[in-house]
């Protein structure tokens, strides 16, 4: 929400450019075609939302470059900002397509609309800095959540001083915080970020992961299960469609019904995965070869009765 006021504050335009099935928070103008819980309970666009607030967010599918060429074409003077999640996680994980982001990323530059990055679920899991870091591409813009505190209620967003300035008391874009500046959560971050700082990390974490998604998509393909393992770093999604899955629509597509099935069959077993379809699922450090390997095992068992 602060970040796009920061957006238009900036650019003095008006509308706003979101993916299909993207989530942001439960801002008003953010409510349009989300993912997350509107996806999981069928509520993409929320009651309570003025058409006036909806008619300045526009939308397009994921990974679709003929798409964002088109609407930048038609409204590119008229954006303030196109945010997205550089990985959407929210609709469940979908890696984007070789060059969508760059491509964005120009598009953005071309018509001066603020590019801004939601790494609320990105940020820290891809890489120290971020899937900014990872793929090489800057936003103008960037958000960061809760991930940041290691779980405690926090919440940043950034960019170059050349932005930042405009927000009050230097500039005069508006923002406050009721928890801005919280001792216990800020000192949480500082402890968080000197411990990721620290070079075995990530490669440690990447490994975990490699090895955890060979084997289960061997289990996969060995028994034709009609299901995608779509993945980025140390988050995940098991869809439940023959399909592959690189956006929301084709998301959708999933047997949620059956996704329910296998969620409370593994959880019987002791293998916590996230209760929706539309969610990503995360390996961390802690995770050792022998808790994956046992969580591998109680997947076929329930897979195979499922199919």
Same mark, same amino acid.
């Given at each position: 929400?602060?970040?796009?006021?920061?957006?238009?504050?900036?650019?003095?335009?008006?509308?706003?450019?979101?993916? !299909?099935? +993207? =989530?942001?928070?439960? @801002?008003?103008? #953010?409510?349009? $075609?989300? &993912?997350?819980?509107?996806?999981?309970?069928? *509520?993409?666009?929320?009651?309570?939302?003025?058409?006036?607030?909806?008619?300045?967010?526009?939308?397009?599918?994921?990974?679709?470059?003929?798409?964002?060429?088109?609407?930048?074409?038609?409204?590119?003077?008229?954006?303030?900002?196109?945010?997205?999640?550089?990985?959407?996680?929210?609709?469940?994980?979908?890696?984007? !397509?070789? +060059? =969508?982001?760059?491509? @964005?990323?120009? #598009?953005?530059? $071309?018509? &001066?609309?603020?590019?801004?990055?939601?790494? *609320?679920?990105?940020?820290?899991?891809?890489?120290?800095?971020?899937?900014?870091?990872?793929?090489?591409?800057?936003?103008?813009?960037?958000?960061?959540?809760?991930?940041?505190?290691?779980?405690?209620?926090?919440?940043?967003?950034?960019?170059?001083?050349?932005?930042?300035?405009?927000?009050?008391?230097?500039?005069?874009?508006?923002?406050?915080?009721?928890?801005?500046?919280?001792? #216990?959560?800020?000192?949480?971050?500082?402890?968080?970020?000197?411990?990721?700082?620290?070079?075995?990390?990530?490669?440690?974490?990447?490994?975990?992961?490699?090895?955890?998604?060979?084997?289960?998509?061997?289990?996969?393909?060995?028994?034709?299960?009609?299901?995608?393992?779509?993945?980025?770093?140390?988050?995940?999604?098991?869809?439940?469609?023959?399909?592959?899955?690189?956006?929301?629509?084709?998301?959708?597509?999933?047997?949620?019904?059956?996704?329910?099935?296998?969620?409370?069959?593994?959880?019987?077993?002791?293998?916590?995965?996230?209760?929706?379809?539309?969610?990503?699922?995360?390996?961390?450090?802690?995770?050792?070869?022998?808790?994956?390997?046992?969580?591998?095992?109680?997947?076929?068992?329930?897979?195979?009765?499922?199919?």
């Amino acid at each position: 929400m602060s970040a796009l006021r920061l957006a238009r504050g900036v650019t003095g335009r008006k509308k706003i450019l979101k993916i !299909e099935g +993207g =989530y942001h928070g439960h @801002a008003d103008s #953010l409510l349009v $075609k989300a &993912g997350s819980g509107g996806a999981t309970l069928g *509520v993409p666009d929320s009651l309570g939302v003025p058409a006036e607030f909806a008619e300045l967010t526009l939308t397009i599918p994921f990974n679709n470059r003929k798409a964002l060429e088109n609407v930048f074409k038609k409204e590119g003077k008229n954006l303030a900002a196109f945010i997205l999640e550089p990985v959407p996680a929210n609709m469940g994980v979908i890696p984007s !397509e070789p +060059g =969508y982001l760059r491509f @964005a990323r120009t #598009l953005t530059r $071309k018509y &001066g609309v603020q590019l801004i990055f939601d790494e *609320v679920i990105t940020g820290f899991r891809l890489a120290f800095g971020g899937a900014q870091e990872r793929f090489g591409i800057a936003s103008d813009l960037t958000c960061l959540g809760k991930v940041l505190g290691g779980g405690l209620p926090i919440a940043a967003f950034g960019g170059s001083a050349k932005y930042m300035n405009e927000l009050a008391p230097l500039g005069k874009v508006y923002q406050a915080g009721t928890l801005s500046g919280n001792p #216990l959560a800020t000192s949480a971050a500082i402890w968080m970020l000197q411990k990721l700082s620290s070079k075995n990390v990530y490669p440690k974490l990447e490994k975990t992961s490699r090895d955890f998604y060979s084997k289960l998509r061997e289990r996969i393909e060995h028994f034709r299960w009609p299901i995608q393992l779509n993945a980025m770093g140390s988050f995940f999604t098991l869809f439940f469609t023959p399909n592959l899955v690189v956006d929301f629509r084709s998301a959708k597509e999933s047997n949620t019904k059956r996704y329910a099935k296998f969620f409370h069959g593994i959880l019987e077993e002791g293998v916590y995965f996230s209760p929706s379809q539309f969610e990503a699922n995360f390996l961390s450090t802690e995770h050792t070869p022998q808790e994956l390997n046992r969580a591998i095992r109680i997947f076929e068992r329930v897979l195979r009765r499922l199919f």
